[in-house]
């Protein structure tokens, strides 16, 4: 299983320099870049860690890309997101992200269904790696 | 257009018992000063032979506020100087003899606060079988910001439609599931899981899909949940299907709608055939129960296809906003439905900033101030494919829902393969475009390039190679685009 969240998963693992590459169109864009990292890839677990606040006043790609190695210098098992914070009156939310590192093995998710009424369900999903306890997950 | 016809101004004689042309009753103002409060409206009209183009203006004001056929003395008991919409501009439409336009300024007190219904009977109730008239076309509205904030506006906009699933930065892919007519709700949802788990964000229920004997709904909506709650585990993605949930009465629609949500659906649909008055409840229901809404055009073209007569879409457009739907269709460009392209950035303006400025190369005849509305997220389909991903991304932006339907499901290698070539498609021109490259120029070089690691994307390219739906518009603009505005 491969997680296909983010802009680019479809697509062969990023290098160093495309990750260079994308962060500075969104830096070029007025955006500010920032790293994030978990060992729980739920579809809907919104907060990410953060390494570090989003670089606001950066205006040089080369940081994002030294980030992002240092980030995976402590978290190099886990996922690695790169994001990009539009803060213009309209918006305010994130223009862009991608997934920049990801553990070798990714055991995906499972479906749980709860039988209920009639031939109603309720579904679960639920990451086979997040049943271990933060930080043994991968 | 200016001429010596006037408002009567002897109200012994304005108001003796008769006829009297409208022009005189008050209903043509040449030196109006439109107010900023003012609803605003340009028509396009071709009077019978013979009649004045503004009297036909007047008329057309007169017929939709206060005026009837003859003289009524109980006007008097009204301000009705007030009420009456003022026409108070024509011009002859460019290269088309025998048509103009006419700008008509109405008092915001003759409108219900938060009602499209109330507006469009006011607007377009009355006046489009008027006998004097061969023809007649609104083609443009500007709304006061007092009167926008009379309405909800898309129950959930497009930030927070992002923010919910959780994807950004790149168009969304959908597929409307094919054949829309037949399948039994098991297949359904077979097509739905392949779509979804091949990469696509959206499947969609076609316009007519509802509740017949090869399928019912709640058999539907059952098997389509347990397609996407196992797609969202094959890709640890959120992923949706919109779950058409028109029907014969309100209260199915409420039934469906809540059943979805039961479900655990991030977004249901509805069709515009349901009337304006169902629309605006069931964005009341979005919005109250964080459902994002998908509306299809079903039955547009009836009315805004010809330019001579009926409404532009880009008016619908507006009305839908206002109305507050998330999603709406608005053309793809070049796939194989109707839309020149400076026509249809004038509707995609409409969807998704903040504020139009008049531009008249793309329809747009006013300006308009959103006043933070949310946006609403075009969805662009019909006969469109992979090879076609550099043209989609270049007229449509990303903040739009590409819709490869046949483009999907017809692949010569299955669903998830339609659905993995288009992804790939999609997130390798981003990227290209990101990284600085001419994607309108090097479109192709991008795709080939990308299909080296991807084969389904090759077997995609090679299917529908040159495909492409080249015919002359139906409803282009009538001024031509400077140079400094064309695409």
């Known amino acids: 299983m491969k997680l296909r969240q983010g802009q680019f998963s479809f697509l062969p693992d990023l290098t160093d320099d495309d990750i260079r590459t994308q962060a500075q169109y969104a830096i070029d864009n007025g955006w500010a870049v920032s790293v994030e990292y978990t060992d ?32 995976r210098k402590e978290h190099g098992s886990k996922y690695i997101r790169v994001l990009a914070f539009d803060a213009t009156h309209g918006w305010e939310s994130i223009r862009m992200m991608f997934i920049v590192n990801r553990p070798t093995e990714e055991p995906g998710f499972r479906v749980v269904r709860q039988e209920v009424e009639g031939r109603n369900m309720r579904y679960t999903i639920e990451s086979y790696a997040a049943r271990e306890p933060e930080g043994a997950r991968y | ?47 019978q032979d013979g009649v004045d183009a503004i009297e036909a203006a007047a008329a057309v004001a007169g017929e939709s506020s206060t005026a009837t056929w003859t003289v009524v003395w109980t006007d008097r008991l009204t301000a009705c100087e007030k009420y009456r919409a003022k026409a108070y501009r024509v011009d002859p439409v460019p290269n088309s003899p025998g048509e103009y336009f006419a700008y008509i300024a109405y008092d915001l007190d003759l409108f219900e606060p938060g009602s499209i219904s109330n507006l469009t009977a006011s607007i377009i109730g009355n006046v489009f079988g008027f006998k004097p008239l061969k023809a007649l076309r609104l083609e443009d509205m500007r709304f006061p910001v007092a009167y926008v904030k009379t309405f909800q506006g898309p129950a959930t906009g497009i930030v927070v439609e992002r923010e919910r699933l959780n994807a950004y930065g790149r ?69 949706g299907t919109y779950l058409n949930v028109t029907a014969g009465t309100m209260e199915e629609m409420y039934e469906r709608a809540e059943f979805a949500k039961s479900l655990g659906s991030v977004i249901i649909m509805i069709d515009l055939v349901i009337g304006y008055t169902a629309i605006q409840s069931m964005a009341k229901w979005a919005r109250a129960n964080d459902m994002i809404l998908h509306l299809h055009r079903a039955g547009h073209s ?25 999603h709406l269709h608005a053309g793809t460009v070049v796939g194989k439905l109707e839309g020149d392209p400076a026509t249809t950035k004038g509707y995609y303006d409409i969807f998704r900033e903040e504020y139009n400025p008049t531009a008249l190369e793309n329809g747009i005849f006013f300006d308009q101030d959103w006043a933070s509305l949310n946006k609403m997220m075009p969805v662009a389909s019909g006969g469109i494919h992979a090879g076609q991903m550099h043209q989609l991304l270049t007229y449509l932006g990303e903040d739009v829902v590409l819709q490869f339907g046949g483009g999907t499901i017809g692949h010569p290698h299955g669903i998830q393969a339609g659905a993995t070539a288009n992804r790939v498609a999609l997130e390798a021109m ?31 390219l090679d299917t529908w190679k040159g495909v492409t739906f080249d015919y002359a518009s139906t409803d282009a603009p009538d001024f031509a685009p400077t140079p400094e505005v064309s695409m």
């Open chain 2, 302 to 326: 009836t009315y805004t296809r010809q330019r001579s007569h009926g409404v532009s879409f880009r008016v619908i457009a507006k009305w839908m906003r206002l109305a507050g739907v998330d």
């Open chain 1, 40 to 71: 729980d890839p739920h579809p809907r677990n919104v907060y990410w860690e953060m390494w570090g606040h989003p670089m606001f006043d950066n205006k040089d790609a080369a940081a994002v890309v030294f980030e992002v190695n240092e980030c």
């Open chain 2, 1 to 47: 257009m200016k001429d010596e016809v006037r408002t009567e101004t002897d109200l012994k004689k304005r108001y003796s018992a008769g006829v009297m042309k409208y022009a005189n009753m008050g209903y043509w103002e040449p030196d109006y000063q439109p107010k900023d409060t003012d609803v605003l409206t340009m028509f396009r009209i071709t009077p």
């Open chain 2, 171 to 239: 168009p969304l892919l959908g597929a409307t599931v094919k054949p829309k007519l037949g399948l039994s709700g098991r297949n359904y949802g077979r097509v739905v899981y392949e779509a979804l788990a091949g990469g696509l964000d959206f499947t969609k229920d076609d316009e007519n899909i509802n509740s017949q004997p090869f399928m019912h709904w709640r058999d539907r909506f059952l098997y389509c949940m347990e397609a996407v709650n196992r797609a969202s585990a094959a890709t640890g993605e959120v992923k």
């Open chain 2, 430 to 460: 981003v990227f290209a475009r990101n990284s600085g490259r001419d994607i309108w120029n090097e479109g192709e070089d991008i795709l080939r390039d990308a299909a080296r690691t991807c084969t389904p994307l090759k077997q995609a």
